[in-house]
């Protein structure tokens, strides 16, 4: 038996872990969602800027994909709220935005520094290393725990995933099993419809007829397009053994599941072939949902 690989993940999480010491307390927020590569939001707060370059290269570390964004908090002991929203530059910037026809986004225009000010107590709290060093030690715990529920969420994926594409193994084999898919029935069918047009009698070169239905039932057979599908579905089920961020492999790979079964329905003359397409590319479709909330 193989072993297993990393699990999946998913893009969509949150994470909160807090801190103290003997004058400040602290607490991270992190949260993250669906993003086609990784795109990091900081709100820490005057002073403690200096600390972005570190703070993005763990998120970094820990995370491959997703739109994340990583508040902190800081505040004196005893302390109900140091932080106070410059309403006039907000609204300036909203404004602006609006001028170059962008949306004005609330958790972006709060990053700007000036709109939030958080007082001279929080700016002279990250003047001590040794608490700077604190606060990073309480992103890593905000991290694992946004970590740990992107895994739970992955789980939760990874079993839809699976169950579609046993789905579509499934419909596979059915495909294979229908008389419809085999050349010589392909070519008797043919012959046998061009026998019903021309029963009036008329005289016709046969060997030239059986030729044209050959040709026909080349153009009709669909065995490559379940091989491929096959070979896809043992990708798939490879991936996701293999875990880890697979989410854009697996996008592509619907893309390719999708092409085989829209050339399964576009050459299939059977009512039963063209049902098994249509459910394949219901679940295709599916999958591919399912795929793009995966890291």
């Known amino acids: 038996m193989a072993k297993r690989g990393l699990q999946v993940a998913s893009m969509t999480g949150f994470g909160r872990a807090e801190g103290a010491d003997d004058r400040y307390r602290w607490a991270w927020e992190l949260r993250s969602v669906n993003g086609r590569g990784l795109d990091m939001r900081l709100r ?17 570390t820990a995370f491959k994909r997703g739109s994340l964004t990583a508040s902190l908090d800081v505040r004196a002991l005893g302390e109900v709220s140091s932080a106070t929203v410059n309403h ?14 962008q949306e004005p986004l609330l958790d972006r225009l709060l990053a700007v520094r000036g709109v939030v000010d958080s007082g001279e ?8 290393e040794d608490r700077c060093k604190a606060v990073l030690q309480t992103l890593d715990e905000a991290i694992a725990a946004m970590a740990e529920a992107r895994r ?3 789980v939760e994926t990874e079993r839809h995933l699976s169950a579609r594409v046993d789905e579509i193994a499934d419909l596979v084999t059915q495909a294979n099993a229908l008389d419809a898919t085999r050349l010589p029935a392909i070519r008797d069918r043919l012959l046998a419809q061009m026998d019903a047009l021309l029963g009036d009698g008329r005289e016709f070169n046969r060997e030239r007829l059986e030729q044209e239905a050959a040709l026909l039932a080349t153009k009709a057979d669909i065995r490559e397009e379940l091989d491929r599908l096959s070979a896809h579905v043992e990708q798939a089920r490879a991936l996701l053994s293999a875990g880890g961020p697979v989410g854009r492999k697996l996008d592509f790979l619907t893309q390719e599941f999708n092409r085989e079964a829209n050339t399964l329905c576009s050459k299939s003359s059977d009512t039963v072939l063209t049902n098994i397409g249509l459910a394949m590319k219901a679940a295709i479709d599916q999958m591919r949902e399912q795929a793009a909330n995966l890291e």
Do not use: H, Q, Y
């Open 44 to 60: 820490v707060g005057m002073g403690f800027e200096r600390l972005d370059p570190e703070i993005r290269k763990r998120l970094s």
């Open 88 to 101: 006039t530059l907000l609204a300036e910037l909203e404004e602006l935005c609006r001028e170059r026809g």
């Open 121 to 128: 107590e929080r700016n002279a709290a990250a003047e001590d």
């Open 152 to 154: 739970l969420e992955g």
